[in-house]
C-alpha cells in the first residue's frame, strides 16, 4: 500500500524511473510537456507514454486518445515502436502494445525457443 500524503506527480515520476531503468533508457523532462520531447520514457526504439494509479485500484481505463497520441509522437521523434505502461497502484508496470508488435514479439521468441510455425 502506497502512502497518501505524496502527490500524484511523485508516483509518476517514480513509475517513469522505473521504467527508464528497465528498458535502459531516459526519462523525459517534464512528462514530454516540450515541443522537442515527448512521451515519459525513451530508449533507442522506444517512446513510453506511463499512467499510474496513486493507490491500488483493481481497473485502468485506458483512453484510446492516449495511445493515438504515444504512436503519433513516436513517429515524431523516430522511434519505431510505441508503448503504454500502466501501473495498477500496486508498483508492478504493465506494458500495452499493439498487435503489430505482439506478431513481431511472438516471431523472435519462437526463433529464440526453436519453435517454427
Known amino acids: 500500500m502506497r502512502p497518501k500524503n505524496f502527490s500524484t506527480r511523485y508516483y509518476s515520476s517514480k513509475q517513469e ?37 496513486t493507490e491500488f485500484k483493481d481497473s485502468f ?19 519505431r515502436y510505441s508503448a503504454l505502461v500502466v501501473d495498477f497502484g500496486d508498483g508492478e508496470n504493465h506494458y500495452l502494445i499493439d498487435e503489430r508488435l505482439f506478431l513481431e514479439l511472438l516471431e523472435h521468441l519462437r526463433e529464440v525457443n526453436n519453435e517454427h510455425t
Open 61 to 79: 481505463s485506458i483512453k484510446h486518445s492516449w495511445i493515438d497520441k504515444n504512436r503519433e509522437e513516436a513517429f515524431q521523434m523516430g522511434k
Open 17 to 53: 524511473k522505473k521504467i527508464a531503468k528497465a528498458v535502459g533508457g531516459k526519462q523525459v523532462a517534464n512528462s514530454g510537456a516540450t515541443a522537442f520531447s515527448k512521451g515519459d520514457v525513451r530508449n533507442d526504439l522506444f517512446l513510453l507514454e506511463a499512467k499510474t494509479h
